[in-house]
């Protein structure tokens, strides 16, 4: 790989260490511990990885016990080296052989990455058994009876740069090999290489069957492009080719930004398995998820939030408050003192007094008055507790897990503070519920006249029939002429302004009622506005949150997949 491509490709992995980075933010709360766990340990290891050495490729030999690893690094490096033995386990430890260093620099980055590594036994050959930068790694078996050597053979089977899978003609189909070995590391097949080692043992029909053989089972793993290696390392046989490998692998310095890629990767998909979202190679994107609350969703919220809140209830309460005031100023005078007895409906429901402005007592401490209305009243909290989790299931419709859970859980901490948020609603609404309307004072002046009028009327008649009384000359009393019959001048005005006010009292019923349906109408309107943004703070931008994390986390998967 040239020095171009190399830094192309350095590139492209901070992106997918950025882009894994994300996932995981986005990821946590969707997780479970071991998973997440998991994840940090991928990035963990991808970060520091890079903080180690690049000139140097770390080769790990995997296998059963009795594969001949430690024969095949002997043979790879033409020294017996490694120890090969009938004792089960042979390999009790990691071994690490490499070259002699060039320079100090050079061998100080080897030992730190192995100490990385924690590869502590280490064989040095001389220049020439290995390409330069090359550490050949012989591990213990990962079908040992010893379980510190299966946990060093899977731990390092996470870390080094390439992964060879040693195996012989008996044990090549091994279900350990495959299923808990090979297949786990499928998305890594750009560093992987499959050796059967003891092709001596088989003849050249039997070698081109097991080499088939094995071909198909590393397709069905999910590594249809990894070469299969014959070699027998007690004959030489396919050593040189197998040498080769090694050496372009080392030489072209792709296996570690490979290995690395390949990482990133398999935490991507693992992330997304555990996630629900769905990757393929040019995206990410979890089915049947919306990416915004519906407005149906909303509005089902907002008939929930007004049923309970009763907002029919209060919208006529609006229309009697305003009746009753009207009937205040507007009707016959002589009665209105009725009125005065008359408990107004928003005050007694204390709804819409604290207008839009907040209310402080002495401290400067905010307070809300709480409204008649109980939103607390088990009826009300439970239709805003089933509009809340309809909410969360119509959201999460088909979505795959753990969405459903999660914006169940993500709501149900809604349901606490969704009451008190309809309460502030309805106690700072502002209805213009004391505002007066621009008919009454004309009406009022009329009716005062028509009123006088019949007062003066009579107080007229009074006064002749006192004169009568006192037996004194009256004056003369005027006529009304031009009726049908001569009506006296007091009479008319008795009548005049009795007759006057009954018309203008039903006139001022007539309009009261029409305004005082226009009041309602606005005061519901105002107060769904009101209840609606109450859903919108609370369980609608809870919701919008979940659905904006599924955004960022396709986003961040998207980006991962693009950059490996």
């Keep these: 790989m040239r020095a171009r491509s190399v830094s192309k490709a350095r ?3 901070d992106v997918a260490v950025d882009a894994l980075n994300d996932a995981i933010a986005q990821a946590e709360p969707l997780l479970t ?12 290891r991808l970060t520091e990885r890079l903080e180690h050495s690049s000139e140097h490729t770390v080769i790990g030999l995997f296998g059963a016990t009795g594969s001949g690893k430690s024969s095949l690094v002997n043979a790879i490096v033409g020294a017996d080296i490694a120890r090969v033995a009938h004792r089960r386990p042979t390999t009790s430890s990691a071994l690490a052989v490499l ?27 001389g220049r020439g058994s290995l390409p330069q930068g090359a550490i050949l790694v012989d591990l213990p078996d990962f079908d040992s009876v010893e379980s510190a050597n299966r946990e060093i053979a899977e731990r390092l089977a996470g870390t080094v740069d390439v992964l060879v899978w040693v195996t012989d003609p008996e044990k090549y189909a091994d279900a350990v090999l495959h299923t808990e070995f090979i297949r786990r590391f499928a998305r890594h097949d750009a560093v ?15 070698g081109a069957a097991v080499r088939s053989s094995m071909k198909a089972l590393l397709d069905e793993d999910g590594l249809a492009k990894t070469e299969v290696f014959l070699v027998s390392a007690l004959e030489g046989s396919g050593l040189p080719k197998l040498r080769s490998e090694i050496a372009s692998v080392v030489e072209s310095k792709r296996a570690i930004l490979e290995r690395l890629f390949a990482d990133a990767r398999a935490e991507g998909h693992a992330i997304a398995e555990a ?18 609350v519906p407005d149906a969703e909303v509005d089902r919220l ?20 305003y009746r009753t005031r009207a009937g205040r100023h507007t009707g016959w005078p002589a009665l209105r003192w009725i009125g005065a007895f008359k408990v107004d ?13 907040h209310r402080t007592g002495d401290s400067g401490e905010e307070f809300v008055s709480r409204s008649s209305l109980s939103i607390d009243a088990p009826g009300a909290r439970a239709r805003m507790n089933r509009a809340v989790e309809e909410c969360a299931l119509a959201l999460a419709g088909e979505a795959p897990h753990p969405w459903p859970g999660r914006l169940t859980a993500a709501l149900d901490e809604e349901k606490e503070s969704l009451p008190d948020e309809v309460d502030y609603a309805l106690t700072h609404t502002d209805f213009r519920g004391a505002e007066k309307s621009w008919t009454w004072l004309p009406l009022n002046i009329v009716q005062w006249l028509a009123f006088l009028t019949a007062i003066a009327g009579l107080v ?45 009292g039903a006139l001022a019923a007539f309009l009261n009622s029409l305004i005082a349906g226009s009041r309602k109408r606005r005061a519901r309107r105002a107060l769904r506005s009101s209840l609606r943004e109450a859903a919108e703070r609370t369980v609608v931008a809870r919701a919008q949150s979940e659905l904006d994390r599924a955004a960022r986390l396709e986003a961040a998967l998207a980006a991962l997949v693009a950059s490996t």
């Design 192 to 206: 992987t290489i499959v050796v059967v080692n003891q092709a001596d043992r088989l003849s050249k029909a039997d």
């Design 345 to 357: 409906p928003l005050e007694r429901m204390r709804i819409g007094r604290a207008s839009n402005s």
């Design 11 to 13: 590139g492209r992995l």
């Design 99 to 125: 070259p002699e260093p060039t320079d100090e620099r050079e061998g100080d980055s080897a030992s730190s990455l192995l100490d990385w590594l924690e590869i502590h036994e280490r064989h040095t050959v």
């Design 460 to 504: 007229w008649l009074l006064a002749l029939a006192g004169f009568d009384f006192l037996q004194v000359p009256k004056p003369p009393m005027p006529m009304l002429e031009g009726l049908w019959v001569p009506v006296p001048v007091p009479t008319a005005m008795i009548i005049a302004g009795l007759g006057l006010g009954i018309l203008l």
């Design 302 to 321: 907002e008939e929930a939030c007004a049923a309970a809140a009763q907002v029919e209830k209060i919208s006529e309460a609006v229309a009697k408050s």
């Design 275 to 292: 996630t629900g979202v769905s990757i393929t190679r040019k995206s990410a994107e979890i089915p049947s998820l919306p990416r915004e």
């Design 33 to 44: 511990d071991a998973e997440l766990a998991s994840a940090r340990a991928a990035r963990h």
